[in-house]
């Protein structure tokens, strides 16, 4: 019976001629014993030495084999382990209650040593064929998740080239959109170090808000290049048409929902698209939000962007921005984010 597997079997017994005549049988399968005279012993061993399946005794004083198996069935790192009962006592409810402790198998002393390698050959090869499936399967999630980071990377690739038509039709400067999103970000910063805002924001969070910032003016996409550069006062029509590019940027980023860590970064993209067009004294739209109501990305974004615009294509410097910013504090934006904005508008660029 010998073969060419060399797997490690812990054997659990408190009776030394058990032991040695167990050694013996699994030594003669070609197989590695390691043997342990007691359940704590055992699970010493079980940590340095790794066996692929464990040989144990029922009856045993301080620890007996069914606390062993209930103990090892309970660890992560056991739980797979094969556990194979001995017992002199071959009871029906015995052998029941050593399977429903998760044991693989029963085997009945006297020992028999063909049985006893048939046994153990049969649980080993199952082992094996487990530990490859679980070998696949983690294989196949890498595989998975890769694909899909893969994925995810092409559609922000996507959504940023759209953002970026979006941008043209809406005749902003090349660079806004990349000012934009670094500015929330300096805000977004400005903002965790605040008390009024403590908990509020995390790093993780804040990463996301400056790659999805970009994206809060996708919805343009939708409207008429003719009605976005139009330089004249626009139609009560035309302006309603505008009005539905917030909802036409979300419902277009929200069909894009797949996972749950895409999902972080389009649900905060969704919010910046819908509402950065809310104020905060509740005459914004779409949906006419006032105050704590309106997400706090989308407050991080509005003020941004009117600080780009104002800075960008108007031409106004730092100073003239924030001063007309600040008359348009507690209405349009968040009197307590545009004093931070205030306090930190240096960092902007």
Same mark, same amino acid.
């Given at each position: 019976?010998?073969?060419?597997?060399?797997?490690?079997?812990?054997?659990?017994?408190?009776?030394?001629?058990?032991?040695?005549?167990?050694?013996?049988?699994?030594?003669?399968?070609?197989?590695?014993?390691?043997?342990?005279?007691?359940?704590?012993?055992?699970?010493? +061993?079980?940590?340095?030495?790794?066996? !692929? =399946?464990?040989? @144990?005794? /029922?009856?045993?004083? %301080?620890?007996?084999?069914?606390?062993?198996?209930?103990?090892?069935?309970?660890?992560?790192?056991?739980?797979?382990?094969?556990?194979?009962?001995?017992?002199?006592?071959?009871?029906?409810?015995?052998?029941?209650?050593?399977?429903?402790?998760?044991?693989?198998?029963?085997?009945?002393?006297?020992?028999?040593?063909?049985?006893?390698?048939?046994?153990?050959?049969?649980?080993?090869?199952?082992?094996?064929?487990?530990?490859?499936?679980?070998?696949?399967?983690?294989?196949?999630?890498?595989?998975?998740?890769?694909?899909?980071?893969?994925?995810?990377?092409?559609?922000?690739?996507?959504?940023?080239?759209?953002?970026?038509?979006?941008?043209?039709?809406?005749?902003?400067?090349?660079?806004?959109?990349?000012?934009?999103?670094?500015?929330?970000?300096?805000?977004?910063?400005?903002?965790? +170090?605040?008390?009024?805002?403590?908990? !509020? =924001?995390?790093? @993780?969070? /804040?990463?996301?808000? %400056?790659?999805?910032?970009?994206?809060?003016?996708?919805?343009?996409?939708?409207?008429?290049?003719?009605?976005?550069?139009?330089?004249?006062?626009?139609?009560?029509?035309?302006?309603?048409?505008?009005?539905?590019?917030?909802?036409?940027?979300?419902?277009?980023?929200?069909?894009?929902?797949?996972?749950?860590?895409?999902?972080?970064?389009?649900?905060?993209?969704?919010?910046?698209?819908?509402?950065?067009?809310?104020?905060?004294?509740?005459?914004?739209?779409?949906?006419?939000?006032?105050?704590?109501?309106?997400?706090?990305?989308?407050?991080?974004?509005?003020?941004?962007?009117?600080?780009?615009?104002?800075?960008?294509?108007?031409?106004?410097?730092?100073?003239?921005?924030?001063?007309?910013?600040?008359?348009?504090?507690?209405?349009?934006?968040?009197?307590?984010?545009?004093?931070?904005?205030?306090?930190?508008?240096?960092?902007?660029?």
């Amino acid at each position: 019976m010998k073969t060419t597997r060399k797997a490690k079997i812990l054997i659990v017994d408190d009776v030394e001629i058990n032991r040695y005549i167990l050694k013996e049988i699994i030594e003669d399968m070609g197989d590695i014993p390691i043997t342990a005279e007691s359940g704590k012993m055992a699970l010493e +061993l079980m940590s340095k030495e790794h066996p !692929q =399946l464990v040989l @144990t005794d /029922i009856s045993m004083p %301080e620890m007996d084999g069914y606390e062993l198996c209930r103990i090892l069935k309970k660890n992560e790192e056991t739980k797979n382990i094969p556990v194979v009962f001995i017992s002199a006592f071959d009871d029906p409810e015995d052998i029941v209650e050593g399977f429903s402790l998760g044991g693989e198998d029963y085997i009945t002393k006297p020992f028999i040593p063909e049985v006893i390698q048939a046994r153990v050959g049969v649980q080993l090869r199952l082992h094996e064929m487990q530990e490859q499936l679980i070998e696949t399967n983690r294989r196949l999630q890498v595989s998975v998740s890769e694909q899909l980071e893969q994925m995810e990377s092409e559609k922000k690739k996507i959504l940023y080239a759209m953002a970026n038509v979006a941008a043209q039709n809406a005749d902003y400067e090349e660079e806004h959109m990349k000012r934009l999103g670094q500015n929330c970000r300096i805000l977004a910063q400005g903002m965790q +170090l605040s008390p009024m805002f403590e908990g !509020q =924001l995390s790093d @993780t969070q /804040i990463d996301t808000i %400056e790659i999805a910032a970009p994206l809060c003016d996708i919805g343009n996409i939708g409207i008429p290049k003719e009605i976005l550069q139009k330089r004249e006062k626009l139609t009560q029509e035309e302006t309603e048409v505008i009005e539905k590019h917030p909802d036409v940027g979300a419902n277009l980023l929200g069909d894009l929902q797949v996972n749950n860590d895409y999902n972080d970064f389009i649900s905060i993209a969704i919010d910046m698209a819908r509402f950065h067009h809310e104020n905060w004294d509740g005459s914004g739209y779409p949906e006419g939000l006032k105050g704590e109501k309106i997400p706090l990305a989308a407050q991080i974004v509005s003020i941004m962007d009117r600080y780009c615009a104002l800075t960008g294509e108007k031409a106004y410097s730092r100073e003239e921005a924030l001063e007309v910013m600040k008359e348009e504090a507690g209405i349009k934006f968040n009197p307590d984010i545009y004093n931070i904005c205030y306090k930190i508008s240096r960092q902007f660029c």
